[in-house]
Structures are given as C-alpha cells and as structure tokens.
C-alpha cells in the first residue's frame, strides 16, 4: 500500500515538471539538403516529416510589390544546406521538429 502511495506521488510530480516544460530547445546540423536531414546528436538524426520547415527557409517565389513597377514576382533562394547549423524546437513527447532558423 506504501508503495503504490509514493509511486502515485512520484508519477504526479513527474507530470508538474513535464507540464512546466512544454517543448525542448535544441541545435542540429543539416547533414542532408535533397531529402532534407538534420543531425541533432551521434544517435539521432530526424528526415522528411519529422521536420516541419518555414517557407523563409526555403527557394521559394515570393511576389513584391515596387513602386512605379507594379507587382512582380521574385525568385528567394534561402534553402538550407548541408553544415548549416540550426534551431530545432521539439514539442513534448512528439516525435516532430520545428526548424526556426539558422544558429
């Protein structure tokens, strides 16, 4: 009965930490542009949908508007590339990462 008591206290206070850190800020490295991989330490590295990536940090066209021109669409090329070191955000207990930018 004592120890079911104390694990139950336990478990809760593991929760209030948990629940006091909602996601894990971290660094990686682009390891791979074409399929883009990011290396966050010796054992891990996340691919594909594990990486949610903002357009800013890719080639994209972005349409601008210039005074005495009119709208024209411009060509950004601002993809990540291998070496590049970043900012990964990764929400608690998901196994998805947030690039934010280049570190």
Known sequence: MDNVWIENMRQISMQAVEAGR???VM????VSAIPLAVQIDQKTTVTGNQLLVPQYLTDHAQQMSIPGVGIVS??????LKAGDTV???QKRG?????V???Y
């Open 87 to 89: 900012i990964l955000v």
């Open 94 to 98: 998901a196994q998805q990462y947030l």
């Open 100 to 102: 934010v930018d280049r």
């Open 22 to 24: 909602p996601c894990d």
């Open 27 to 30: 660094q990686g490295t682009v």
């Open 74 to 79: 411009a060509a950004i090329k601002n993809a």
